[in-house]
């Protein structure tokens, strides 16, 4: 990893080198503190640059929730669609399998992860930001890498995303 990193121009020490060595080989998350500006963010790019993986980002802020980091509903195709349907007299049973489907899904950062798997960088920006409910699912969700979607099923990662969280340490986590 030391020299995948250097390949990139990061140069880091040999106890980053290893964290994310082991993190990747483990399929465990890294949670790296430090204040603003030294860098936090810049090693989950770099990985990402050096593995050749997609950077995918879950920026965390006071009041964000799970529709905001995992998944909505396109309402908008949703409801064309109903106009579609009605015109053509579907049953309703029919309508609702075609109302929420894949296609209708607007990913979000923690559901493309999961897609990704390690093809991805989850880079968990700034959790600290976050409350205290939305740590428990994270934590939920980066147990299992998996995602249960109640209309679709259960989408889980075949092999799960390099994952960093970062925090500026403005409380404890």
Known sequence: MTLALRGVDYLPDTAIASTVFLAERLSKPVLVEGPAGTGKTELAKSVARATGARLIRLQ???????????YEWDYTRQMLQIRALSEHQVVAEEAVDKLFGPKF?????LLAAVRAGDQA?????????????????LLEVLSDFQ???PEIGTIKAEKPPIVIITSNRTREI
């Open 105 to 109: 899904l607007l990913e979000r950062p």
């Open 60 to 70: 965390c802020y006071e009041g964000i929730d799970t529709n905001q980091a995992l």
């Open 147 to 149: 995602i249960s979607i």
């Open 121 to 137: 960088v989850l880079l968990i920006d700034e959790v600290d930001r976050a409350d205290d409910e939305f740590e428990a699912f």
